[in-house]
């Protein structure tokens, strides 16, 4: 590995990816098992291959480059280096770095290809690093480095504007032509667009002249760490002793769990601690990564003696390794009483429903009703729909179905606890709300806040997903358990069946125009669908009627008094919770305002 020969002792079924990372090359990545992400990229005998897909068996005898092995920072103290790779380089200056999960992926296919094409057209960059997803840049900015990396390489320049992303004409004095061209993301870069020996261009406009940083293009500060694959993600690291965590899952949408055994998941040798609703303090809280007070009901615990969607908690498990936890998993016996689902949001709320949360801990927050499955009630009336639309000339009324949506960063949700020196509970999360983890498992893990220590570690990739306290509660109890390190890691399948998700939506809408166009009334009402949690229902759905429903006014004095109605309900059915979402609630009434006006 990196010229480097290793002789490893390692289970038939290791993959290349967990022998790489077990040996401290933390530039390669876990996305998901399938190699689809393409984060586990290495380079095998100088071909791209997903380490994750492979077992270190089949490694044997080949030569393996990781990011690693690319470059480094040139100044080691009285030890100096080559420095970055052009690559690498290039991706710093070009702006390529958004997560820089994916980063480290990217630059190695990138590096196959160049060895292979040193000019290769934008389509073939296009081409070459298709395998790696990436949820951040829109690739522009990627294929435009690799570009900038292989000009470098040839010994040329490349004269790219930055604050416009497009490539300039050089004239015979090897300055840019008057006439910017753009180069479409999808086409060949011309050949025209010759490259020359000036580095990108920076324009400064002038009356920001005599500042140091406004109005000039920055590097990202830590897009040196983040190209060399140092372990700056909250996976990256490894600690003596450290346990794995695994979560037993319902397969029922509905259940009650009558019996729970979990004698042979505790003999199995390698199991360190196996947790059920009856270790635990039973504590009701929200996951949703809100301020305090939380707006929302409070209807979670870490483990109940119910469970409420297919993916909901059963039990905890840590053992020595990934597979023995896996295996303890199997040897949890579960007898379920099944209970009637709700998967239809239109049925929540009908008088013979089967009530989600019957719990008496339940915190209702506002309007919340858990006797009607309603997570949150919203009503918001300006001036007076009924006469704007009796005054209307035209009534159109439609409705609009918004589904779910899931974020999918590349990087999983992970996280690490472990006990510090000072007695404190060290949570080192993969998360967008440091603070709000720190506030709300305090109670959950009856600690006071000042012995919880969270560390957020650069994110690859949240997108609202991570403004969830989702799953730190679950190392951190086994933690307390055990005294050990643990990690827990969700699988790519727990992150579509056990995360969150976009709320889904049907919204209605009706709107009352004049024949000259002019706007009398409009009235939105939204059904949202917050699943088996109401985290975030209230704000996210808020957000739904607030932001689009100010989109259009009528004109004249329906200006100066608009007619507008924004009427919301916010239920709970028996599928995977939803959360906060890129646009927060925002798309999900955007899209039909757009469309009905359309």
């Known amino acids: 590995i990196n010229s480097n020969k290793h002789e490893i002792e390692c289970a038939p079924s290791e993959t290349l990816l967990s022998t790489v990372r077990r040996l401290g090359y933390f530039g390669v990545k876990f996305g998901d098992e399938q190699g ?7 380079l095998l005998d100088g071909k791209p291959v997903n380490a994750g897909s492979m077992l270190a068996a089949q490694a044997e005898g080949h030569n393996v480059v990781t990011i690693e092995a690319l470059g480094e920072h040139p100044d080691q103290g009285w030890k100096k280096t080559d420095g970055l790779n052009p690559l690498q380089q290039a991706f710093v200056e070009s702006g390529a770095i958004q997560c820089g999960f994916c980063t ?72 840019g032509g008057d006439s910017p061209v753009y180069v479409s993301p999808f086409l060949p870069v011309s050949e025209t667009l010759v490259q020359t020996n000036i580095m990108p261009r920076v324009i400064v406009t002038p009356q ?32 003596r002793g450290m346990l794995y965590a695994k979560v037993l899952l319902s397969p029922h949408a509905h259940a009650r769990i009558k019996k729970i055994d979990t004698s ?67 040897l949890i016996d579960v007898e379920y009483e099944i209970l009637d689902s709700i998967l239809d949001s239109r049925q929540a709320m009908d008088a013979n429903a089967i009530r989600i949360h019957d719990e008496p801990e339940y915190v209702d927050f506002g309007d919340s009703n858990a006797d009607k499955n309603l997570a949150a009630h ?14 209307a000339d035209e009534i159109f009324e439609a409705e ?32 967008q709300v440091p603070f709000h983890v720190r506030r709300m498992l305090a109670p959950v893990l009856n600690l006071p806040v000042k012995r919880i220590r969270v560390i957020k570690p650069r994110i690859g990739g949240g997108f609202g997903g991570k403004q969830e306290v989702l799953m730190e509660d679950v190392p951190a109890h086994l933690t ?60 996210v759905t808020g ?40 646009g927060y609630g925002v798309p999900q009434g955007y899209w039909p305002v757009e469309r009905h006006m359309e």
């Open 104 to 175: 480290p992926a990217q630059i190695l296919a990138a590096k196959a290809l160049l060895e292979k094409n040193s000019n290769p057209s934008e389509e073939q960059v296009r081409e070459a690093i298709a395998g790696v997803l990436c949820r951040c840049t829109g690739y522009l900015k990627p294929v435009q480095a690799v570009l900038k990396a292989a000009a470098v390489m040839r010994g040329e320049g490349t004269q790219v504007d930055r604050e416009t992303s497009t490539q300039v004409k050089m004239d015979s004095s090897g300055h």
């Open 480 to 539: 307390i358990a055990t005294k050990r390190p643990v990690i827990y890691e969700y699988t790519r399948e727990e992150e579509f069946i056990a995360a969150r998700s976009r709320h889904p939506m049907r919204v209605k809408m009706k709107t009352g125009v004049k024949r000259d166009g002019t706007i009398t009334a409009n009235a939105m009402y939204a059904l949202s669908d917050t699943g088996a949690y109401g985290c975030h229902a209230l704000t």
């Open 378 to 391: 919203i009503r918001i009336d300006i001036g007076d729909v009924e006469k704007g639309f009796a005054e």
């Open 208 to 239: 920001t002249e005599t500042y140091q940083t406004v109005g000039k293009p920055e590097k990202k500060v830590d897009a040196v760490k983040l190209v060399q694959g140092k372990p700056a993600f909250t996976a990256d690291m490894d600690a």
């Open 264 to 330: 042979k998941a505790k003999e199995l040798k390698g199991v360190a601690a196996v947790l059920t609703y009856q270790d635990i303090p039973r504590v009701v809280y929200s996951t949703a990564g809100q301020s305090d007070p939380i707006p929302g009901p409070l209807d979670t615990f870490s483990l109940d003696h119910k469970v409420r969607f297919v993916g909901d908690r059963v039990a905890f498990v840590a053992a020595e390794s990934p597979e023995i936890a896996e295996k303890a998993l199997s």
């Open 36 to 42: 689809l992400s393409g984060a586990d990229t290495v």
């Open 400 to 431: 609009y179905e918004v589904p779910k949506v899931q974020q999918v960063s590349i990087e999983p949700h992970v996280c690490v606890t472990y006990w510090d020196e000072d007695d404190r509970l060290v949570i080192r999360t993969s998360t």
């Open 543 to 582: 957000n739904t009627g607030h932001k689009a429903m100010a989109l259009y006014g009528g004109d004249g004095a329906y200006r100066q008094r608009p007619n507008n109605q924004f009427d919301a309900d916010e239920v709970y059915s028996k599928t995977p919770p939803a959360g906060a979402c890129r």
